[in-house]
């Protein structure tokens, strides 16, 4: 996951400047705006001047809303919490696919709100808007073809496809996610060589199977040996992510991977099985775990 955190950065980056270039071209369009007006000094001017301008600014903010939202969906496919999170991959695709739909919509503009004359869905769209599509017009001259070319314009938009692109790599990684196989590491009490496997699990393969442990007995806490060592060597705190759990707290594996359980190993339904023979090194040195 560490390598994913420059892309995680890359879209809060995105947000952030985007943000800033409209804040400062706000700054200066406002000086252009009062060019127009006779008396700066008079209220009413100003009141004019932003009651015309309030269509045009409502639609901005509205499109830098949808804009933003679809930067942070995309910084969230790289998020830490969402390595194993299925349905969080689902609600991504969902919300940066809708937020794309209304800013293809609102390239220039929020016009479900506010028409404006830029935007597919106004009705004083001036090629046409998208739902004249069922008015009789769409069939004479060239309206239908005006139609199609401003969907295909619109859609050429930096930031619609940019929502395309989260939209994809969401849907992309909801079904890889629910393509791989789960694993789980069983022995009696799940404390420490289940739980380290478990670790290293997701640490190495975390995008390959989805990774559990459990056995036939908890503990309170993980063995704190094999916490401080796992720490020390790969940098991963267990405490923060697992816990001992038995097995019917594990959703059905594909494989089931024991640990070597001295007298007998539990059982849990599964295509395949391993046994790895660990000898239990609870109260061994680092050497007797590693």
Same mark, same amino acid.
């Given at each position: ?35 127009? /007006? ?10 004019? /001047? ?11 903010? !509205? ?18 919490? /969402? ?28 016009? !479900?709100?506010?028409?404006?004359? *830029? ?44 929502? !395309? ?9 909801? #079904? ?54 796992? #720490?020390?060597? *790969?940098?991963?705190? /267990?405490?923060?992510?697992? *816990? ?5 707290? !594990? ?40």
């Amino acid at each position: 996951m560490k390598k994913s955190r420059w892309k995680f950065w890359s879209f809060i980056a995105l947000a952030l400047v985007t943000t800033i270039i409209l804040l400062i071209g706000s700054f200066v369009y406002v000086p252009l705006a009062i060019d127009g /007006m006779e008396d700066v000094s008079n209220p009413i001017e100003w009141k004019k /001047m932003f009651t015309d301008r309030a269509p045009y600014i409502f639609q901005s903010i !509205i499109n830098l809303l949808l804009f933003i939202i679809i930067c942070i969906c995309g910084a969230a496919l790289y998020s830490d919490r /969402m390595r194993n999170a299925k349905n969080g991959f689902l609600i991504i695709a969902a919300v940066s696919c809708v937020s794309t739909f209304f800013l293809h919509s609102m390239v220039y503009g929020v016009d !479900i709100f506010v028409p404006s004359a *830029y935007s597919l869905f106004s009705p004083y769209h001036r090629p046409l808007m998208v739902v004249g599509l069922v008015q009789t017009t769409v069939l004479v001259g060239n309206s239908l073809l005006n139609t199609i070319f401003s969907i295909v314009i619109h859609t050429l938009a930096p930031q619609v496809l940019l929502g !395309i692109f989260v939209s994809v790599l969401a849907d992309r990684k909801y #079904k890889a996610v629910m393509g791989r196989k789960k694993v789980a590491f069983i022995c009696v009490h799940n404390s420490c060589r289940s739980q380290i496997a478990e670790a290293l699990c997701q640490h190495f393969a975390g995008g390959v199977f989805d990774c559990y442990s459990a056995g036939t007995e908890t503990k309170p806490q993980i063995n704190q040996d094999a916490v401080r060592l796992v #720490k020390e060597i *790969y940098g991963i705190n /267990m405490e923060k992510t697992q *816990y001992s759990k038995l097995l019917s707290d !594990i959703p059905p594996v594909d494989i089931v991977v024991t640990m070597g359980c001295n007298v007998e190993c539990p059982f849990l339904l599964c295509r395949r099985r391993e046994d790895w023979g660990l000898d239990d090194p609870t109260g061994k040195k680092r050497r007797g775990i590693y």
